[in-house]
């Protein structure tokens, strides 16, 4: 347990944990908020938020700017109460978000250079990389209060065990990064981190619940539902990208038959491509296609934003299949959102108009009429900035 938490076990504990939680979208309160909030007298609250004023957890952000009379004080989340790190890990690199308290990014970095291996030798490697680059970003580490940690695949986050990262039945991933980083660490799979991140970063507004996409090499999504993260049973929801509903005879990774994923994502964006190019059509990216060189999604990506005839062709497609999982979602959830992200989500232009069309086409008028579609806000820095604000959330409260 960080020491600065302590006080979070004595007197008012469960008042002060309520407090943190109203601030941690970066509001301020009047103690006559708070009051109404707790459901307890002024008199009370006052002394509450004077204990959390003197530990560090709150600071004055001055007076209520509107009303008559004289204006009370708000209180909010002290942005000098610590940092907490966000670690967004993919197939070759991972991405790193610092914010503050409150939740304000203070850093960012993309595309960090790190390929993890199902090895301890390689999770420890990958601490050392992420110390190394809060280094140049010159961070009191001693200041940093929790780390977060985004993995692909399936991830428990209550026992500790990443099911793609898999070392050994007597040591979880979650220890090893403890141990490396000397500090709480949470660790989430990468869907639902993004999720949280868009979630609490505003776009959904007072939605409860909310479905998010993320449209990478793979598919996966995080769902909040009445305002919490779901994670099933078993801790492995969201795998919409392994749903049965294609009759294209591709084989998944999974190694089943017509998963969503072989038709609506990076992998099935590239094969696409690849069988066009086969056929002869003219694209950017027949020469490297013809001389025998990997397409990457970033190549397929640049040739889209080049207006790539073939490219763009594809990626419509793509955004017609994933209306066909949108639309069903939205029948079986009746959501308030539904966020597009991941890093197809930078060809919006191309991918949403055919996924907006299909869901109409396909989902109940009734449905759908009350369901946002929107792409993400937050873009590549979700799974980082979810993944820190997942750090704080649960080092405050151990439920989430």
């Known amino acids: 347990m960080d020491p600065f938490l302590d006080d979070l076990r004595g007197r008012y504990a469960s008042e002060k944990k309520t407090i943190l939680s109203l601030c941690e979208r970066g509001e301020s309160f009047s103690l006559a908020d708070l009051a109404k909030e707790l459901g307890t007298s002024i008199p009370k609250v006052s002394r509450v938020v004077s204990d959390m004023l003197e530990d560090g957890y709150l600071a004055d952000r001055g007076k209520q700017e509107s009303g008559t009379g004289r204006r009370p004080s708000l209180y909010g989340l002290n942005p000098e109460a610590g940092y907490f790190v966000g670690v967004d890990v993919g197939q070759d690199s991972f991405s790193l978000a610092v914010t503050d308290f409150p939740g304000h990014v203070l850093h960012f970095e993309d595309n960090v250079p790190y390929s993890l291996t199902n090895t301890e030798e390689s999770v420890r490697g990958l601490c050392a990389a992420v110390l190394a680059c809060l280094q140049t970003m010159e961070i009191d580490q001693s200041r940093i209060r929790s780390y977060g940690v985004n993995l692909t695949g399936r991830v428990n986050h209550t026992t500790g065990y990443s099911y793609s990262y898999f070392i050994s039945e007597e040591k979880p991933i979650q220890g090893i990064l403890e141990d490396a980083f000397g500090k709480t660490v949470s660790i989430e799979n990468d869907s639902r981190g993004m999720a949280y991140g868009e979630y609490m970063s505003g776009i959904s507004g007072d939605a409860g619940t909310v479905l998010f996409l993320n449209v990478g090499w793979g598919l996966g999504m995080g769902m909040v539902l009445d305002g919490k993260l779901f994670h099933g049973k078993s801790g492995f929801s969201g795998e919409v990208g392994h749903f049965p509903l294609l009759d294209n005879h591709q084989i998944c990774r999974c190694g089943k038959v017509g998963c969503l994923e072989t038709g609506a994502s990076g992998q099935a964006l590239q094969r696409l491509i690849e069988q066009r190019l086969k056929e002869g059509s003219p694209s950017l990216l027949s020469k490297p296609f013809k001389e025998g060189t990997p397409l990457t999604l970033n190549d397929i990506l640049d040739a889209i934003e080049k207006e790539d005839v073939t490219a763009i062709e594809c990626v419509e497609e793509v955004g017609a299949t994933l209306g066909r999982a949108v639309a069903g979602l939205i029948n079986i959830f009746n959501p308030d959102m539904i966020i597009i992200g991941g890093r197809l989500s930078v060809a919006e232009r191309y991918l949403m108009p055919p996924l907006k069309i299909t869901v109409n086409k396909l989902s109940l008028n009734l449905v759908n009429s009350d369901t946002v579609i929107k792409v ?25």
């Open 376 to 400: 993400s806000r937050l873009g590549k820095t979700a799974g980082a900035i979810g993944a820190s604000l997942l750090a704080k959330s649960r080092l405050l409260n151990k439920n989430l």
